[in-house]
T-cell receptor, first 112, second 113 residues
Framework: GDSVTQMEGPVTLSEEAFLTINCTYTATGYPSLFWYVQYPGEGLQLLLKATKADDKGSNKGFEATYRKETTSFHLEKGSVQVSDSAVYFCALSGSYGQNFVFGPGTRLSVLP | DTAVSQTPKYLVTQMGNDKSIKCEQNLGHDTMYWYKQDSKKFLKIMFS???????INETVPNRFSPKSPDKAHLNLHINSLELGDSAVYFC????????????FGPGTRLTVL
């Protein structure tokens, strides 16, 4: 079945450091790919998405590119802030929209 | 306006009790979901309803029963609560289709004593 793998956390960075959180997936067909963010005590919020190969999703300084050849959707940000501290989830929606799969989440802590 | 709302936000109860969590969405979506998030933040889908019909029922105990009175509501009823049911439960909704993201509620933290 479809699956999503993320790098294990926690990830701890200093403010203004470069962030990469790796995400790879296994799916049949052409899934859509998503990054969600969960701030402490809150529900998940969509951060960005990409619906076809080579699409780049971006929001709030975060970017991720849908790479079909490497089945990856790595999340990047050039300069993190303390307010980016949260848990980040990579997810996919299967070809027929019937199977939404989340990765295990990566906790990010940004220190001032 | 709140897109996906859940009540209550916190629920503390004794083992063996029966409880319900309510979810409502005002986005006009036709698919709603329940997820369980454990202490390590791992998300597990429990149920999915599309137009009031169950389309996913992962291997959850039959003590958990979803009820959807209409496509804007998906409630979760839990019988005979156990310690292991303690978790955060999230409701979500989406339009059906590959491209459509899910919108999440704020979560209900259930603690079983």
């Amino acid at each position: 079945g479809d699956s999503v793998t993320q790098m294990e956390g926690p990830v701890t960075l200093s403010e203004e450091a470069f962030l990469t959180i790796n995400c790879t997936y296994t799916a049949t067909g052409y899934p859509s790919l998503f990054w969600y963010v969960q701030y402490p005590g809150e529900g998940l919020q969509l951060l960005l998405k990409a619906t076809k190969a080579d699409d780049k999703g971006s929001n709030k300084g975060f970017e991720a590119t849908y790479r079909k050849e490497t089945t990856s959707f790595h999340l990047e940000k050039g300069s993190v802030q303390v307010s980016d501290s949260a848990v980040y989830f990579c997810a996919l929606s299967g070809s027929y929209g019937q199977n939404f799969v989340f990765g295990p989440g990566t906790r990010l802590s940004v220190l001032p | 306006d709140t897109a996906v709302s859940q009540t209550p936000k916190y629920l503390v109860t004794q083992m063996g009790n029966d409880k319900s969590i309510k979810c409502e969405q005002n986005l006009g979506h036709d698919t709603m979901y329940w997820y369980k998030q454990d202490s390590k933040k791992f998300l597990k889908i429990m149920f999915s309803y599309n137009n009031k019909e169950l389309i996913i029922n992962e291997t959850v105990p039959n003590r958990f029963s979803p009820k959807s009175p209409d496509k804007a509501h998906l409630n979760l009823h839990i019988n005979s609560l156990e310690l292991g049911d303690s978790a955060v439960y999230f409701c979500a909704s989406s339009r059906r289709g590959t491209y459509n993201e899910q919108f999440f509620g704020p979560g209900t933290r259930l603690t079983v004593l």
